[in-house]
């Protein structure tokens, strides 16, 4: 199986090749105009030389254009030389090169002597360079007459230009040669200016591309990883960022500043939010490992006691005067059973009870009727639970809530209430009514509630004291939420001022 490669990879590929190519192409297009520009630009200035050049010369030279007349058109024709980097050479009547600022050694070669001449035997420029036509130009010498006069001709540029004019006579020329491909390093880099200037453009910006590409894909590729870890069952796997191998959250002290929160960009916040989301959940399958704990243990105790108790009166063990006795035992086993098949019904059901079927009632009613099915409880651990309902509405107050799911959230309440008061303790329900809601508040003088357990007290399994194994779900005040939230009214937990135990508080709507 091929080995997928990394989004970083990928996303340095396919940005680098893309870059490559539309620098390829500016290059390539910038540089063509460049060098056809620069070419026609040195053509233009060697036709000119060889004009101003020719221009002097006619006035300079006998009657023939055989010969200078003055020796001051040496001046004028070194200067021009020096200023185009060119070879001028001035051509008489009789194709003789009189004058000269140099000649290619291989150029020399194949020139021959003019055996008339009179004058030293001048080089003879052979008849086929010679400009006939009596025209202007400057072409590349292999496109010329000199083709086989100079070495390696197509990286030449002849420019010539007649000296006057007489009929369809030759006059003779001024010829200005110059090599236009570059010689050394410092020429060549001269002549390809524009795309070495773009190849360095490139790998500049493939240099900020794999910097920018790494800052980008390394968090994705850390949470693809990440992901793939949780996936495969380690709940301990976290994206760490940066040199320190941070481990990012939602929940740390510094990112509660608006201004560092500001600054972070949306892969930082990307990451803060998974991780957090893999600790809740990691959190969450801890305790459900617990909860399954709790109920296996629950399970286990009363269905083992049940067993043994029904397996003694079989075989006897248990006298039949005795019975009543144990049956007694065997009915709260069976309601502790019942309880808890019931909690873990309600989670199960939470997300599609339906709609809550909304109705007019009486408050106080519903929560004496509470009362009443609590009383079993109450007397056998002696615990006295007092209604103080506000003194502004003594005999009923009207509610509007789904009064089934309403005393679903009570009877968790109370009975959470009841299993953590002590033997002989005092619960206290409280009602305090207000323009739009009343608030009912379910205190007692139990342990109460720690500070560092009242964030997690409503969270789904989660049981404060992790010592009493046997007593509650950790499901019930999870449940009262779920109901009291979808209610569209408000629920928390603290300590009670006036017993010194736990205090569940939760509104209910006034029509």
């Not at 994206?239 to 560092?260: I, M, N, P």
């Not at 049940?306 to 075989?315: E, K, T, V």
């Amino acid at each position: 199986m091929r080995k997928r490669l990394s989004i970083y990879t990928r996303t340095l590929l396919i940005i680098s090749l893309s870059i490559l190519v539309i620098f390829f192409v500016l290059g390539f297009t910038y540089g063509t105009v460049y060098s056809l520009s620069a070419d026609l630009q040195r053509k233009e200035e060697l036709k000119r030389n060889a004009v101003e050049l020719a221009w002097l010369t006619e006035n300079r030279m006998d009657a023939s254009r055989l010969t200078f007349t003055s020796t001051d058109i040496t001046g004028h024709i070194s200067f021009a030389a020096r200023s185009t980097a060119a070879f001028v050479w001035v051509v008489n009547a009789n194709g003789e090169i009189i004058y000269h600022t140099g000649i290619p050694t291989e150029t020399i070669s194949l020139l021959e002597g003019s055996p008339d001449s009179d004058y030293g035997g001048d080089p003879l420029l052979p008849a086929h360079a010679q400009n006939a036509l009596h025209t202007v130009y400057c072409e590349s010498a292999d496109k010329t007459g000199f083709a086989e006069l100079l070495p390696d001709a197509s990286r030449w540029l002849v420019a010539s230009a007649p000296i006057g004019s007489h009929g369809d006579l030759y006059t003779g020329e001024i010829i200005l040669v110059k090599r236009h491909l570059p010689q050394g390093l410092a020429a060549f880099f001269l002549e390809h200016n524009v795309p070495l200037s773009f190849f360095i453009a490139y790998i500049l910006s493939l240099l900020i591309i794999i910097w920018l590409s790494r800052n980008i894909t390394r968090p994705i590729s850390q949470l693809a990883k990440t992901a793939n870890s949780v996936y495969a069952g380690d709940l301990s796997a976290r994206v760490r960022l940066g040199g320190d191998k941070q481990t990012l959250t939602l929940d740390e002290a510094e990112y509660e500043d608006v201004s560092s929160r500001s600054r972070e960009d949306d892969l930082t916040r990307l990451v803060r939010t998974f991780n957090t989301l893999i600790a809740k959940f990691e959190e969450r399958e801890g305790l459900h490992s617990e909860f399954l704990g709790n109920v296996s243990h629950d399970l286990r105790t009363p269905v083992t006691s049940i067993g043994g108790f029904i397996s003694a009166m079989q075989d006897g063990t248990i006298p039949p005067e005795k019975f009543d006795y144990y049956l007694g035992i065997i009915k709260e086993e069976t309601g502790r059973l019942e309880q808890l098949i019931n909690d873990l019904f309600d989670d199960s059901v939470m997300e599609d009870s339906g709609v809550l079927k909304q109705e007019v009632f009486d408050l106080y009613g519903l929560i004496r009727q509470v009362k009443q099915s609590f009383e079993p409880m109450l007397s056998d651990k002696g615990i006295s639970l007092e209604l103080v309902f506000d003194r502004h509405f003594q005999d009923e107050v009207r509610v509007v809530a789904d009064a089934a799911q309403l005393t679903r959230v009570l009877n968790n309440i109370i009975g959470n209430a009841v299993r953590y008061t002590p033997r002989k303790g005092i619960i206290l329900v409280t009602t305090d009514i207000g323009d739009r809601s009343v608030t009912v508040c379910v205190e007692d003088n139990g342990p109460g509630i720690p500070a560092e357990d009242l964030p997690y007290i409503f969270d789904r399994f989660y049981k404060a004291d992790k010592s009493r194994q046997g007593e509650g779900s950790g499901l019930g005040l999870y449940i009262a939420r779920a109901l009291v939230r979808r209610h569209g009214q408000q629920i928390d937990a603290g300590r009670s001022e006036d017993l010194g135990g736990a205090r569940i508080r939760f509104t209910v709507a006034r029509p």
